[in-house]
């Protein structure tokens, strides 16, 4: 599935589609979010949870330029 068709897609035909088929990577607090990332078909896709609203504000492509890669890149632990 391409980027644009992912994005035409209803937020619970995009939900349904990130628990059956894509892979959770990690999840950060982020300001009154919790957002979850996973990847799928090799492209990250962030899921931001208001838990204050109990309900999902935003499922979008993971920009790689946002300073929340800081928060991501915290999480990842390569001790050898």
Do not use: C, S, W
Not at 23 to 40: D, E, M, P, S, W
Not at 51 to 77: A, E, G, S, V
């Amino acid at each position: 599935m391409i980027r644009e068709d992912f994005k035409k897609l209803p937020l619970h035909k995009k939900i349904n589609k990130l628990y059956t088929e894509g892979t959770f990577v990690v999840g950060i607090r982020y300001y009154a979010h919790k957002v979850n990332l996973y990847l799928l078909e090799n492209e990250y896709i962030e899921v931001f949870y208001n838990h204050k609203l109990d309900k999902i504000d935003k499922i979008d492509f993971l920009n790689q330029d946002h300073t929340r890669m800081k928060f991501y890149l915290d999480q990842i632990n390569l001790d050898i």
